[in-house]
């Protein structure tokens, strides 16, 4: 009779399971946004994550082509800067600024150019040798060179 009662609570764990954890993982998947990293003239096609981390973290100050490294973000008008600072900065809108005004304020690194919507942002990083931004995957198409395929 114990292994039967036993069976039966397996059965409806397993039962429940599989209800809830499809839920659970489309959930999870749907919380990562999609983003486009567009750059002009920086001199890669592609990048990991962590290498993309580090360029808008201000490690580096000018390319491999020596153009000069100009970081694009949103500013507090964009609706994808609390996105951003938490995909690129691992932190808040809050956290991502104070790091910039660290950054400057040490002479680290040149402040980043905000821009009040992802179009801004498109439109700069175009007629900017040496810009990177990033973006929500827009609606509209953005040049295929402008593109940087992040690897994750």
Do not use: C
């Not at 209800?19 to 592609?46: H, M, R, Y």
């Amino acid at each position: 009779m114990g292994f039967k009662k036993a069976y039966i609570l397996i059965g409806m764990a397993l039962l429940i399971l599989s209800i809830i954890l499809p839920v659970f993982t489309k959930a999870q998947a749907s919380k990562e946004p999609e983003f486009v990293l567009v750059g002009n003239d920086i001199g890669i096609k592609s990048a990991s994550i962590k290498h993309v981390r580090s360029i808008f973290r201000g490690k580096y100050s000018s390319w491999n082509n020596k153009q000069t490294v100009i970081i694009v973000l949103p500013s507090k008008k964009n609706t994808s800067i609390k996105d951003v600072s938490s995909y690129i900065y691992e932190t808040s809108t809050t956290g991502m600024q104070k790091f910039w005004l660290s950054q400057v304020f040490q002479g680290r690194s040149n402040p980043p150019v905000f821009l009040d919507s992802d179009e801004e942002i498109i439109r700069y990083v175009a007629k900017n040798p040496g810009a990177i931004g990033i973006v929500y995957k827009p609606t509209s198409p953005i040049s295929a060179g402008l593109i940087i395929n992040i690897i994750q």
